[in-house]
């Protein structure tokens, strides 16, 4: 079980590749508890599950595909869905089911299904360059059905090929860092914080006191060092320059503007593509009229899961 606060401190003061909308959408639901203002029957703590039991249960194979959902909120370590009705998907539950799919002897390609706004920057590159070594040994193919957003993107710019929904969102190639001030909430309330400390920036950014100069300097600094990151690591992932990624200063693209700036590499529904990939395989294989009947019905079972 996890409290409010413990969320709170993997939102606020953190850098987040994020949207905007996943980070208002977040806090719309952490800001009533941590003000108090929160109604007591909403006060149940989030629970979260193993992540090795939910890896071994989502993980969906048929015939020589791996379907793996990538939906909800990314965050580095254990969740389930949340009460803004986001689902919260680990970097470590991802890594063991692409590993898992990796090391199944009747696997030959892995589908990642993205609809994510993104989530937390911690855990995000070292989840995406294990992507990129997994796609050496077997194709990863990132399907966005229907957002790959920050996080998301930067997932998805790894794979070893990215195919969008019609009506997809992709992009927002940034990172944000909020902080939280409730000083002014605090002294209307009458109460008063007394911190001790040592080290010039063991509290820097305090929720219970403005923001300082020297707190700030240390956020730009942060917020330059991650999105060096993504910015380089997408431009290696998709043989693009750096410029060319950091011109796109973090928009929201459809699967057209994604196309003709080299950020996907095809578009088409969702199913359609999962068919497309299932037939191909079992192409490789099988000969005769039965071929395409086995690999539709593979398709289909795919298709609960889209």
Same mark, same amino acid.
């Given at each position: 079980? =996890? ?5 709170? *401190? ?51 194979? *048929?015939?020589?595909?791996?379907? %793996? ?20 998907? /680990?970097?470590?539950?991802?890594? *063991? ?19 994510? #706004? ?41 794979? !070893? ?6 009506? !997809? ?7 944000? %860092?909020?902080?939280?001030?409730? /000083? ?9 914080? $007394?911190?001790?400390?040592? #080290? ?10 403005? =923001? ?6 240390? =956020?730009?600094?942060?917020?330059? *060092? ?48 999962? $068919?497309? %990939? ?8 099988? +000969? ?9 019905? +593979? ?8």
């Amino acid at each position: 079980m =996890i409290n409010y606060p413990h969320v709170a *401190s993997m939102v606020f003061g953190v850098p987040l590749f994020a949207t905007p909308a996943l980070v208002t959408a977040v806090k719309s639901v952490l800001e009533p508890h941590l003000l108090g203002r929160a109604r007591s029957e909403e006060l149940e703590p989030m629970q979260l599950v193993d992540d090795q039991e939910r890896a071994a249960k989502s993980l969906t194979v *048929s015939g020589k595909v791996a379907v %793996i959902p990538v939906h909800g909120v990314l965050v580095p370590r254990r969740g389930v869905i949340t009460n803004t009705c986001e689902e919260l998907v /680990s970097y470590e539950k991802l890594r *063991s089911q692409l590993d898992a799919a990796r090391r199944h002897e009747l696997v030959e390609e892995i589908v990642l299904d993205f609809h994510t #706004g993104g989530g937390s920057a911690m855990g995000c590159k070292e989840m995406a360059d294990f992507i990129r070594l997994v796609a050496q040994e077997k194709p990863v193919t990132a399907l966005i059905n229907y957002a790959a957003c920050s996080a998301g993107y930067f997932l998805a710019a790894a794979c !070893s090929r990215i195919v969008a929904s019609p009506t !997809s969102m992709t992009g927002s190639i940034g990172v944000i %860092i909020e902080t939280f001030d409730m /000083s002014k909430a605090e002294e209307v309330a009458g109460i008063t914080f $007394n911190t001790f400390f040592r #080290g010039g920036h063991k509290n820097d950014a305090s929720p219970h006191e403005p =923001i300082t100069d020297q707190a700030v300097i240390e =956020i730009e600094k942060r917020l330059d *060092s991650a999105y060096k990151t993504f910015t380089e690591s997408v431009a290696e992932y998709r043989g693009l320059d750096v410029a060319q990624v950091v011109a796109t200063e973090a928009r929201l693209f459809s699967a057209e503007e994604a196309l003709q700036l080299k950020l996907i590499d095809e578009i088409a529904p969702a199913q359609d593509a999962v $068919n497309a %990939i299932a037939l191909r395989h079992a192409a490789s294989t099988r +000969q005769g009229g039965g071929r395409r009947i086995s690999a539709q019905a +593979q398709s289909l079972q795919i298709q609960s899961q889209l």
